[in-house]
């Protein structure tokens, strides 16, 4: 596969993985090299470690973006980079405004102290506020692809279900409870005075107001009173979201590690992402060993440069030396074995419409702007 034209083709590519995988290097590399090719990119990250920031030579992202300094890997004209971490309580509140009809609901909504025990209930739900971040990148048309660095997940299934949290978690019936009991109008004299009928749900609601209060639970029915407006707005961008994550020019690229726990996790996605009709492009695997040839005679190949640097050495000591370097290598040939062997595992579930691409392991961390570049080559121009 021609992984630049592959490239090209892209609007949204969503690097899903266990972590510690290079995740955040894989999603970052992408940006590097798509922005060099000449396009405005987004990478969002969510990891809390901030490894981003450090990778792009950057302090620090901010919830408004920043716009890195690509002139080391001197990109074609148009081209440009720009990263941003996840601010979960500003992404919340924004969708409120979006969907509420007025600005007076708007306010309602966000002033409600029951919206705000639920806003921070969600805003520690990383994987559903990328989802809608997401969204609103992708659909604002300011960037010709987006990258995201999915956090890393201890259920695989977070981030594929996070799309549909808050229309679950608002369902109809519950809400709709709560506002055909709670007639505000109906109020005469206080609380207690409203006009319920002698019915289950009047005991119910008398046992809550119990148990919760009267005041929270004033603020809990008003608030299911003022969603009713807001929910088909929830219900509509759920939609979207959904079909902007099976949309043409969509992408899944499972990350992964040459070990057995992370191939397992990558084999898992595959079928999950398939499963729910989502776009797999392909995998990655990273920190891949490579050997060149399986057997070497180290004084063969090395004899000569190891006299260039200790002339005159002790003939024992040389033969030790070479001994070594040889036994390093064959257990570096067993260790490349070993791994292209679990990767298998992960090669023999793919269609031939996905790529398999490998990273090596490379000498030095991958800390800024060129090795990220570098990485991106091994992507794209490797074998």
């Known amino acids: 596969m021609d992984m630049n034209r ?3 083709g892209q609007r949204l590519v969503v690097c899903v993985g266990s972590g510690g995988v290079g995740k955040t290097t894989t999603a970052a590399s992408i940006g590097v090299w798509a922005a ?43 081209g440009s980079l720009h990263a941003m971490m996840l601010d979960s309580r500003g ?21 409600n102290t029951v919206y705000r025990y639920m806003a921070d209930s969600f805003a520690s739900s990383q994987d559903y506020m990328a989802t809608e971040k997401l969204y609103d990148l992708v659909s604002s048309g300011q960037y010709d692809l987006v990258v995201l660095d999915t956090p890393p997940v201890k259920n695989a299934l977070d981030f594929l279900e996070s799309p549909g949290r808050v229309v679950s978690f608002f369902d109809e019936r519950v809400y709709g409870w709560f506002v055909d009991t709670y007639d505000q109008e109906s109020v005469k004299g206080g609380f207690f005075g409203r006009k319920l009928m002698a019915s289950t749900s009047a005991m119910v ?12 639970l004033g603020e809990l029915a008003s608030f299911f009173k003022d969603f009713q407006a807001l929910y088909e707005g929830f219900r509509e961008r759920h939609d979207a979201v959904l079909s902007m994550l099976r949309a043409p020019g969509t992408a899944f690229v499972s990350v992964c590690a040459p070990n057995e726990a992370s191939i397992e996790i990558a084999r ?31 004084a063969a190949l090395l004899g000569d440069t190891l006299d260039g640097v200790a002339p005159g050495v002790d003939p024992s000591t040389r033969a030790a030396i070479l001994a070594r370097l040889g036994m390093a290598h064959r257990r570096l040939a067993k260790l490349a074995q070993g791994e292209q062997e679990l990767t298998g595992a992960v090669r023999s579930v793919l269609t031939p419409e996905q790529f398999y691409r490998e990273v090596p392991r490379l000498e030095d961390e991958v800390h800024e702007l060129g090795s990220l570049y570098e990485v991106g080559k091994h992507l794209f121009e490797g074998p």
């Open 205 to 216: 609601w008398k046992l809550l107001s119990y148990v919760l209060g009267e005041e929270f």
């Open 91 to 111: 992404t919340f509140d924004a969708i409120i405004g979006r969907v509420a009809p007025t600005e007076e609901l708007r306010d309602r909504v966000l002033s």
């Open 36 to 78: 060099a090719r000449g396009r405005k990119v987004m990478v969002l990250t969510i990891d809390p470690a901030k490894r981003l920031a450090n990778s792009l030579g950057l302090d620090a992202i901010g919830g408004e973006g920043a716009r890195i300094d690509l002139s080391p890997v001197a990109p074609a004209e148009g």
């Open 268 to 298: 898992y996605f595959q079928g999950e992402l398939s499963a729910r009709a989502l776009p797999s492009h392909g995998v990655i695997v990273n920190q891949v060993h490579r050997c060149e040839g399986e057997v070497h005679d180290a």
């Open 6 to 8: 592959w490239l090209d």
